[in-house]
């Protein structure tokens, strides 16, 4: 499956932002989907996870209550609605998709990632 994520972009702390994450050559909804992010000189995290219906998410303490992880299996797509964000939010954020797992925030079990988009929070 081939995976590409947009819409991250510069934002100010307090602000919202909605990346979302394209897939298509496969069936989309065989596949759990992650959202992780890397920023620089850190290592990559769990963000969100979805179910592959979509009917449980898991989330990392850092953006529970803030973030909102969902998809839609009819447009092959997945969103990561981001609120109240902060300067620590900033990364590159990475979309992935699991073909083994219902659900999971561990980034070994995720088969296929894409190129990644940018996000920056200013204080």
């Known amino acids: 499956v081939q995976l590409q994520a947009f819409g991250g972009g510069l934002v100010q702390a307090g602000d919202s932002l909605r990346p979302s994450c394209a897939a298509s050559?496969?069936?989309?909804?065989?596949?759990?989907m992650g959202w992780f992010r890397q920023a620089p000189g850190k290592e990559r995290e769990s963000v969100a996870a979805i179910h592959r219906n979509g009917g449980s998410t898991v989330y990392s303490d850092s953006v529970k209550g803030r973030f909102t992880i969902s998809r839609d299996n009819a447009k092959n797509t997945v969103y990561l609605q981001m609120n109240s964000m902060k300067p620590e939010d900033t990364a590159v954020y990475y979309c992935?998709?699991?073909?083994?797992?219902?659900?999971?925030?561990?980034?070994?079990?995720?088969?296929?990632w894409g190129q990644g988009t940018q996000v920056t929070v200013s204080s």
């Open positions: 050559g496969r069936t989309f909804s065989n596949y759990a």
């Open positions: 992935a998709a699991s073909y083994n797992r219902l659900i999971s925030s561990t980034a070994r079990y995720y088969d296929y």
